[in-house]
């Protein structure tokens, strides 16, 4: 679908008056940029960009209508060796950006809710399970959205062979995407897994329809569909974005790096609801991955026991991961507003919407390399704020907990909902 035709004049005054921001990406200069020009052709950036100036001489006399970067950081991004030059030295990877690339085919006012709906719930899922740092949040002026982060992990980076390196990134990369695919977040698998990929700079144009790829903050991401829609920048020459849109049949996707297929996973997982109760709900989860080390994320979730007086809590350890149940009779409006407090958002969206939510209570069975770690109890911890906890047990939580190994001390005749905890097991893609 391309807009009216632009022409060498439109552009000129688009890039001449508009400055780009440069100032979220750490080191501009250590990334390789391209774009498409008027003609069709595609052209690289011969010398370094390391903001709007110098990103205008670089492209003085194409008069892009497509401007793109890469999501690896080089040591020398300009003249870099294709991934299987064999002649050339190899380049020093510095870093790799991770982009989750959300896109519902086609454009149309529906889809672009679809896909600002599951940006939210990525966002949300990466913020409590992910060790990353985001630093940019994009409308991609077409069909969906980008989500960039940085891994606050640098020990790939330190690999001392370059070809393992990158080696080692790609299959990082492809680990985490089966780990989306798998929570249910359909992205492109390409863009995150490819350590060659270019994505496109926020504050240019998208020639397939005159809107801008623009930067967007967390706020603008949650505005009903009309409200996002009329915040979003776009050229005199952009198309109106339509209400709904006829599906056109895909077109086969060029080769490269085929599309990654899930591998299956199988897992039991919990309700965090009480059987036999309307509204009550126990606290389970997996604690946020960027609370740090098991020591670390211990430490701050006694603060929270103190601060909220959940009173006693079990605690497991699986896979880096862990896992906190607080059995009690919690009224769900206030477990919202513990979740909110303390920044859990995936959480908070599902208690809210769907009045319950499951969690994992196992490891992982994958059908290509088998089980992964099983939960470790650790120990149940806050005792000392029994007294002060003004609800009432779980039965159900409190015999799941057992089940994993950790029994808590607690009187029978000050416990609430049915004994049987809601199980059920999970096979997901």
């Not at 300009?78 to 959300?102: S, W």
């Not at 974005?241 to 591998?263: D, F, R, V, Y």
Request: hydrophobic share 35%; with cysteine; glycine share 4%.
């Amino acid at each position: 679908m391309k807009i009216r035709e632009f022409d060498e004049n439109s552009l000129v005054n688009y890039y001449s008056k508009n400055v780009i921001d440069f100032s979220w990406i750490d080191k501009p200069s250590q990334h390789q940029f391209r774009w498409r020009c008027l003609d069709g052709s595609w052209n690289t950036a011969k010398r370094r960009i390391r903001d709007h100036k110098t990103l205008l001489k670089a492209i003085k006399n194409d008069n892009p209508t497509d401007i793109y970067f890469s999501t690896s950081a080089w040591l020398n991004p300009v003249d870099l060796p294709r991934k299987n030059d064999i002649e050339r030295p190899r380049p020093v990877m510095l870093d790799h950006l991770i982009v989750f690339d959300i896109d519902v085919e086609p454009f149309s006012q529906k889809n672009i809710e679809k896909a600002k709906k599951m940006a939210l719930e990525l966002y949300q899922w990466v913020d409590e399970n992910c060790n990353f740092n985001l630093i940019n949040i994009s409308f991609s002026g077409n069909k969906g959205f980008h989500l960039i982060y940085q891994d606050r992990d640098r020990h790939l980076f330190s690999i001392e062979n370059l070809l393992e390196r990158e080696e080692a990134v790609k299959n990082n990369r492809m680990q985490l995407v089966q780990e989306i695919l798998a929570n249910g977040f359909d992205i492109d698998t390409r863009v995150t897994a490819d350590t060659r990929r270019i994505i496109r700079l926020p504050g240019t144009i998208n020639s397939k329809t005159g809107w801008y790829c623009h930067k967007i903050n967390y706020e603008i991401l949650e505005l009903p569909i009309k409200d996002f829609i009329s915040s979003i920048p776009k050229h005199p020459l952009a198309i109106e974005i339509p209400k709904n849109a006829k599906i056109k049949t895909k077109k086969s996707k060029p080769n490269g790096i085929p599309n990654l297929k899930p591998q299956s996973n199988t897992c039991l997982e919990v309700s965090n609801h009480l059987p036999g109760t309307k509204d009550r709900s126990a606290m389970i989860c997996w604690l946020p991955k960027n609370w740090g080390d098991l020591q670390s994320t211990v430490d701050k979730a006694k603060l929270m026991i103190q601060d909220e007086k959940l009173g006693s809590c079990g605690f497991w350890y699986s896979n880096g991961r862990v896992l906190m149940i607080c059995p009690r009779s919690i009224p769900r409006a206030k477990l919202v507003k513990i979740f909110k407090k303390y920044k859990f958002k995936y959480l908070t969206r599902q208690l809210s919407d769907k009045k319950h939510y499951w969690t994992r209570i196992t490891g992982k069975h994958w059908s290509d390399s088998g089980w992964e770690d099983e939960l470790e109890a650790i120990s149940i911890i806050g005792k000392d704020v029994d007294l002060e906890c003004v609800w009432q047990w779980s039965r159900a939580h409190v015999e799941i907990s057992k089940r994993l190994g950790l029994y808590f001390n607690y009187d029978e005749s000050n416990c609430s909902g049915d004994k049987e905890p809601s199980i059920r097991i999970v096979q997901r893609q």
